[in-house]
């Protein structure tokens, strides 16, 4: 459903959305008379993805964890987008999730979710 760098995982996505934003230039503003006046730099399309990841290993999910945690400025992603699929350079803002259990020395962990930004407009 997703690829993060190329690579695909294989979990359940449970709930994936996405937030489109027209970002602006500073220069737009309101007129004396409240008339706006926009300088839209272009559509921007943020994700939110929240991941079913109890079939993976604690080492599996460790190693998915550490990719959206690590320190890295941008990824590369493939997200759903309509019908097809959109594929661009972006950067995750957070990451979430909660310790489930803890059986024969090893964490299981729950409820996984992160945000993407992409690093540019889709469209201009």
Do not use: C
């Amino acid at each position: 459903m997703f690829k993060i760098d190329n690579t695909e995982f294989d979990v359940g996505v449970t709930a994936l959305s996405r937030k489109f934003s027209a970002q602006e230039r500073e220069t737009a503003r309101s007129t004396t008379t409240g008339t706006a006046i926009r300088s839209v730099i272009g559509s921007f399309y943020n994700y939110s993805v929240q991941l079913q990841t109890s079939a993976l290993h604690p080492e599996q999910y460790d190693a998915l964890y550490e990719i959206l945690t690590s320190p890295d400025e941008f990824h590369i992603f493939e997200m759903p987008y309509g019908q097809t699929t959109y594929t661009f350079i972006g950067y995750i803002t957070s990451v979430s999730d909660t310790l489930g259990f803890i059986r024969d020395g090893e964490n299981y962990w729950f409820d996984l979710s992160f945000e993407i930004v992409p690093q540019s407009a889709k469209r201009r």
